[in-house]
C-alpha cells in the first residue's frame, strides 16, 4: 500500500478556494483505478492549512494517478498558496489493526 500527504497552506484570501479544489477532488480520486480512500482535513490549529491523504493499492496506481490531469488540477493551487505543497509518499509493508492493540494489551495485564 502507498499513502500520499499532500498538505497546503493557502494564502488567507484564498482559503475557500483551496477547500473548493480539495473538496472538488476526493470523490474522483477515490473512483481512479487503485484507490482505497481519499480525505481531505482542515488543521485544526491553522484554518489556512489544508491536507489531502490517500491511499493506493501500487506504486503503478499511484504513478498513473500522478500523470493524469486531476493530479494536475492540484498542481495548479500552488499560486493559492503560501509555500509550494510539500508532498509526502510513504510505501507500507505491513498494517495492523485493532487485534495488535488487544493482544499488546493483554501481555501487560
Not at 494517478?65 to 509555500?83: A, H, K, N, P, W
Not at 510539500?86 to 498494517?95: A, F, Y
Request: charged fraction near 25%; glycine fraction near 6%.
Amino acid at each position: 500500500m502507498i499513502i500520499v500527504k499532500i498538505t497546503m497552506n493557502a494564502l488567507i484570501e484564498k482559503r475557500t478556494e483551496v477547500m473548493q479544489t480539495i473538496l472538488s477532488m476526493i470523490e474522483p480520486t477515490e473512483n481512479e483505478g487503485g484507490c482505497l480512500s481519499s480525505h481531505g482535513f482542515l488543521d485544526i490549529e491553522d484554518k489556512n492549512g489544508f491536507s489531502l491523504i490517500a491511499k493506493w493499492a501500487t506504486r503503478d496506481d499511484l504513478d498513473h494517478y500522478i500523470r493524469s490531469d486531476r493530479f494536475s488540477v492540484l498542481l495548479g493551487t500552488r499560486s493559492l498558496l503560501c509555500e509550494p505543497p510539500q508532498i509526502e509518499i510513504h510505501t507500507v509493508s505491513l498494517s495492523e489493526g485493532i487485534e495488535t492493540v488487544n493482544a499488546v494489551r493483554r501481555k501487560t495485564a
